[in-house]
């Protein structure tokens, strides 16, 4: 009998792949061409990608035998998840595998946009010593908001607290007990706005969270604020970041998701007060390992039958979609 056909369409670590042991058939391919994934789905029981390849209606319409999509990672916006549901095909992902990179990620943006660290790294090196233009001003004493009090939120709002940062946050869906725990001061938006010194987003990208920083937010913010955005690119809108960095209403950002993606063009990349990295949130060693490690486990089980705890579609349904 010939084994189920599990596809990984994007780069993720050998680890997945030991994970999954003997039992399958793995096969490769470059989920960004379109071509060569419609033609690979099609023979595939389970497709697993991380968020380079999008997982579209068409996709899963190309894939008669597909049982269950595996996301190595946490957001799943490049995946079509009601159009899973509704072709019965499980959606998994690894809610945790990365969040301590993605923290750690914001961390160093919110200390690279303090202190000018990849601007003055690059002057250096191109043989200048200008100390004087690169006076930063210290975390220490300043005002974080944190929009999005999820497992990232938490992690940086933890780690910037021992920098001597107060933190505040403002997250709808987080009682506010939950924050006060954590000595974080639960806001709303405005006042989070208006309050912080620098302002970073945890949130997954939905038609509610796009464009939730926009003109208007960024209005109603100090001049001297610092800007991060580690979640997805649009979640702050790129171009009223543009017209609030180069009007002084915006002191600096630092941006490692964009609303397209690769990114290698954009007028911000202009702006000397802009950090920019290439979607790195979860590209550690640790992260990959983990993401690839237990969405393997989630695949497995699905492909076996068995409820998986981390399907984001039907968890309920697991054992009723495709057999
Ligand atoms: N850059 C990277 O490589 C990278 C890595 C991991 C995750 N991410 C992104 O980060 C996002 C957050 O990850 P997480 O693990 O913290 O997710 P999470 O689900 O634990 O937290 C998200 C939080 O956002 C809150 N939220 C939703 N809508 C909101 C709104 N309108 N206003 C305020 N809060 C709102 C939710 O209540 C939740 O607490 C992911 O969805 C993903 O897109 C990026
Ligand atoms: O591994 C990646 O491609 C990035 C994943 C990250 O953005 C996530 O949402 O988990």
Not at 293 to 316: D, I, K
Request: hydrophobic residues 45%; aromatic residues 2%; glycine residues 8%.
């Amino acid at each position: 009998m010939s084994k189920p056909v599990i596809l990984l369409a994007d780069r993720l670590s050998p680890a997945t792949v030991d994970a999954l042991g003997s039992a399958y058939e793995v096969r490769h391919c470059d989920g960004t061409d379109r071509a060569e994934l419609l033609a690979q789905v099609a023979a595939a029981d389970a497709l697993l990608v991380r968020s380079a390849t999008r997982v579209d209606a068409e996709v899963i319409a190309a894939a008669p035998g597909l049982k269950v999509i595996g996301r190595a990672g946490v957001g799943l916006d490049n995946i079509d998840v009601p159009a899973a549901t509704a072709a019965g095909v499980l959606v998994v992902n690894t809610p945790t595998a990365n969040v301590v990179s993605a923290a750690e990620l914001t961390c160093a943006l919110l200390l690279a946009v303090a202190r000018h660290v990849p601007q003055a790294d690059a002057t250096l090196r191109n043989g200048r010593w200008e100390r004087g233009r690169f006076t930063g001003t210290e975390l220490s004493g300043k005002v974080l908001g944190v929009v999005g009090l999820g497992r990232i939120g938490l992690l940086v709002a933890q780690r910037m607290a021992a920098f001597g940062m107060t933190v505040i946050a403002h997250d709808p869906h987080v009682a506010p007990e939950r924050a006060t725990a954590h000595g974080i001061e639960p806001v709303p938006l405005d006042d989070l706005l208006t309050r912080c010194d620098f302002l970073t987003v945890h949130l997954p990208k939905t038609a509610e969270t796009l464009g939730l920083i926009g003109r208007e937010e960024l209005k109603k913010v100090k001049p001297s604020v610092r800007v991060v955005n580690v979640a997805r690119g649009g979640i702050v809108d790129e171009d009223a970041l543009y017209e609030a960095l180069t009007e002084g209403r915006v002191a600096g950002a630092a941006l490692d998701v964009y609303v397209t993606e690769p990114c290698t063009e954009s007028p911000l990349f202009a702006l000397d007060n802009v950090v920019a990295t290439p979607h790195l949130g979860a590209s550690t060693e640790e992260a990959q390992e983990k993401a690839g490690v237990f969405v393997a486990r989630s695949v497995a089980r699905a492909l076996a039958g068995e409820p998986v705890a981390e399907a984001a579609n039907a968890p309920e349904r697991a054992l009723s979609l495709r057999a």
